[in-house]
């Protein structure tokens, strides 16, 4: 009955994804750290964070949710916790010093950066639902 709750999920760690690359890629100039992750940077997290928490003001009041300072409370955690996952995939393929973590997504690092965000933040989002 609550499908919707997977497409939210889905949805908001894609958005804090592309707007975490986009914003790295047009504005950022800071790296976090070449060793483990040498095109992350902290503008790129920054604009997620602002855009991610914005959007979802926007779009609750647009659909008439009442959201309130927890909400944006647990956004936040959630949001850390996306790039958490992330980065923590990314010092584990360097640890074990490989590229990618499979052949199935060419290109993309493998199937496991593809979920990697959802490892961290699944249980945020979990507890931030039961509310």
């Not at 393929?93 to 496991?112: A, C, M, N, Q, Y």
């Amino acid at each position: 009955d609550n499908k919707h709750y997977f497409i939210i999920l889905i949805s908001l760690v894609s958005f804090i994804d592309m707007s975490a690359y986009l914003g790295g890629k047009l504005i950022g100039k800071n790296k976090i750290t070449s060793v483990i992750s040498p095109n992350k940077t902290y503008e790129g997290y920054i604009v997620a964070l602002i855009l991610t928490v914005l959007s979802f003001i926007i779009i609750s009041n647009y659909f008439s949710f009442q959201w309130t300072l927890l909400d944006i409370f647990l956004l936040l955690i959630f949001i850390i916790m996306v790039f958490f996952g992330d980065f923590l995939m990314s010092l584990i393929k360097r640890v074990f010093e490989i590229k990618d973590t499979g052949s199935l997504l060419p290109g993309h690092g493998g199937i496991l950066d593809r979920l990697d965000s959802y490892f961290t933040s699944l249980p945020i989002f979990y507890l931030w639902f039961l509310f």
